[in-house]
């Protein structure tokens, strides 16, 4: 069985452009996660997902990040304009239920440089 | 609020050394989860495993093994005889429960480097 895949594994931008970064959960895995890590610190939740319904957005920096998720399958996180603080690793996770206890299964990451 | 601290930032130890990386953890739920990830050089969070907080009991896998201690809010994982194949960094990790699904609190990771 497939694992969380993230596309792309990085991408290097100018600030002020717009970058999306896609996140294909396990399937048939109804929560969907998005963490960040900037660099040496920890790493943050985002935003949540079950389904194609924002469960938990309390993590999303500003408006300029828009997130996504038609369908209830795959997501995507968009950066737009991007600016230099956004440079970090955002990281895309998926758990099966809807119970806490469910493991989240992470994918590789998008490092993601904004010049 | 909840807060996972990893005080070390990197261990390094030489090959079939044993090591103890610490977590420390805060929240004022009385059901959670704890939980450890890998973080290997290619990048993805590997799950390592998960302890709700009414089972102290200590865990073995293999040559890992955990020591959770609810009296000192702490969630610690051991390597024994550790090899250049655990270098890593290694994220403890804090969830609410029960209920329904929620985020992680992270700590800020252990570099763990084992060298020859």
């Known amino acids: 069985e497939a694992g969380v895949t993230q596309f792309p594994s990085h991408s290097v931008i100018e600030k002020g452009q717009t970058v999306t970064l896609r996140c294909d959960p396990i399937s048939g895995h109804d929560n969907l996660y998005w963490y960040r890590r900037v660099m040496g610190k920890e790493i943050k939740f985002l935003l949540h997902?079950?389904?194609?319904?924002?469960?938990?957005e309390s993590g999303m920096p500003n408006n300029r990040f828009l997130a996504e998720r038609t369908g209830g399958t795959y997501s995507t996180l968009k950066v737009q304009p991007a600016e230099l603080e956004d440079s970090g690793v955002y990281f895309c996770?998926?758990?099966?239920?809807?119970?806490?206890?469910?493991?989240?299964?992470f994918g590789p990451g998008t490092r993601l440089t904004v010049l | 609020a909840q807060k996972v601290t990893q005080a070390q930032t990197e261990i390094s130890v030489v090959e079939k050394e044993d090591v103890t990386l610490d977590c420390v953890y805060e929240?004022?739920?009385?059901?959670?989860?704890l939980f450890w990830y890998k973080q290997p050089p290619s990048g993805e969070l590997v799950f390592l495993i998960r302890r709700n907080s009414f089972d102290e009991q200590n865990e073995i896998s293999g040559r890992y093994s955990w020591n959770f201690q609810k009296s000192t809010s702490s969630f610690n994982f051991t390597i024994t005889a550790s090899q250049v194949v655990d270098s890593a960094v290694y994220f403890c990790?804090?969830?609410?429960?029960?209920?329904?699904?929620?985020?992680?609190?992270f700590g800020t990771g252990t570099r763990l480097q084992v060298t020859l």
């Open positions: 929240t004022r739920d009385t059901t959670y989860y």
């Open positions: 996770a998926s758990s099966y239920g809807l119970a806490a206890t469910d493991t989240q299964y």
């Open positions: 997902f079950v389904k194609e319904s924002k469960q938990d």
């Open positions: 990790a804090l969830n609410r429960g029960p209920g329904t699904a929620s985020k992680l609190t």
